[in-house]
């Protein structure tokens, strides 16, 4: 019956909202009706109307009629009525109610698209406006295109119930149909454990483990997770040691450590006369003896240094090198050595021994005196 009503007077006054008597309506549907309104080129609804509406109060034109148990024809409204609600301006941050969510007449026409709006096509919009000269977005039409505020929709219009008869007829009113009364009854109360995910839940997430049954961490505290950890700590440790200990090497000096210049070689008595080379390899000396004294040659060619070799079948020595000859006292007669071999410091220690120093040398410059005869170049036998 409440949408013949409506059908009836969809010219008029009531547009597509239910006729009187109506439940009372909530924000969503007179916010619809706004925007059908201004569409169509209807008439806004009023701000003491939607007061009504919402109270479940009759309209300002239907209060004359109150008490009819039809819905009369809609009258014209007055002019002062019929002007558009401007919509205020928002504040900075400010969300517009959806009951007074109107958009204007650009913004139905682009919620009518149904696209899904963004800030950035938003700006886009409201630049190509600016440039062709059209009028620009209002703050509630960007609010609603971002659906920061939700959009108007038509609802269904609620069941026509009886006629509510006028105040002073209060006594002969009729009682409410039960569908209506129980459409104003209290929400249930909704209990139990909520929902956390619908259907068969992912392969390899700790919810599908759990639910299969089966354990998504492991066993906690086990030996083999013990051993890995000391494996691990073990190896972290390792590394900053090593690399601890050669952070302080590198401020301990480079010393290389030789054998002393100063060693004992034995009795006289232990070497015949000729040349002996048993301490060539260890102290790079020869030990020769002559008849009266004994005497040891440094075995470094005065050439560049090499070693010469004893040639005991030739009695001399012959430098590997670049050919340079030595007799059996070493002195040079052959190739490009520049003077004889020097000498070495020897001495009878206490014991009787031989103590040979080869940090102190003698040597026979060339051209120049010989130090071979000075005390401490041989050892008297």
């Not at 909530?26 to 109270?55: C, F, G, H, M, T």
């Not at 020869?286 to 560049?304: E, M, N, Q, S």
Request: a positive charge.
């Amino acid at each position: 019956m409440a949408d013949e009503g409506s059908k009836a007077v969809a010219g008029g006054e009531l547009g597509r909202l239910p006729a009187w008597p109506r439940q009372p309506l909530n924000n969503s549907v007179i916010a619809a009706e706004q925007a059908y309104r201004k569409r169509s080129s209807l008439p806004l609804i009023s701000d003491e109307d939607v007061e009504a509406l919402k109270a479940g109060q009759p309209m300002s034109f239907e209060r004359s009629e109150a008490g009819a148990t039809a819905p009369a024809a809609a009258a014209p409204l007055a002019p002062a009525v019929a002007a558009a609600v401007p919509s205020a301006p928002l504040a900075a941050g400010q969300v517009p109610n959806a009951a007074t969510a109107m958009p204007s007449a650009a913004g139905a026409e682009l919620l009518k698209g149904g696209y899904k709006w963004s800030k950035s096509s938003i700006a886009a919009e409201q630049t190509r406006r600016k440039r062709n000269n059209l009028p620009p977005l209002t703050d509630t039409d960007v609010a609603l295109l971002l659906g920061e505020a939700p959009a108007a929709a038509p609802a269904a219009p609620a069941p026509a119930a009886p006629p509510r008869p006028a105040p002073a007829a209060t006594a002969a009113r009729p009682a409410a149909p039960a569908a209506a009364t129980a459409s104003m009854a209290p929400p249930i109360a909704r209990t139990g454990t909520p929902t956390k995910y619908v259907g068969t839940p992912a392969v390899g997430t700790s919810k599908a483990a759990a639910a299969g049954g089966v354990s998504s961490g492991g066993r906690i505290g086990s030996e083999i997770d013990s051993k890995r950890r000391r494996l691990v700590w073990t190896g972290v440790v390792a590394f900053l040691a090593t690399w601890l200990l050669a952070f302080f090497r590198f401020f301990l000096p480079r010393t290389l450590f030789e054998p002393s210049t100063v060693f004992k070689i034995g009795y006289a008595s232990d070497f015949g006369l000729g040349v002996d080379t048993k301490f060539q390899q260890k102290y790079r000396i020869w030990v020769d003896r002559a008849p009266g004294r004994l005497f040891v040659i440094y075995a470094k060619c005065t050439h560049l240094g090499c070693t010469p070799d004893w040639k005991p079948s030739e009695n001399k020595f012959k430098c590997p090198c670049h050919g340079s000859g030595y007799d059996s006292e070493g002195v040079n007669f052959e190739g490009p050595a520049p003077r004889p071999m020097d000498r070495a410091h020897v001495e009878l220690a206490p014991d009787g021994q031989v103590l040979v120093d080869v940090s102190r040398l003698y040597q026979w410059p060339k051209g120049q005196a010989s130090h071979f005869d000075d005390s401490g170049a041989f050892v008297p036998v």
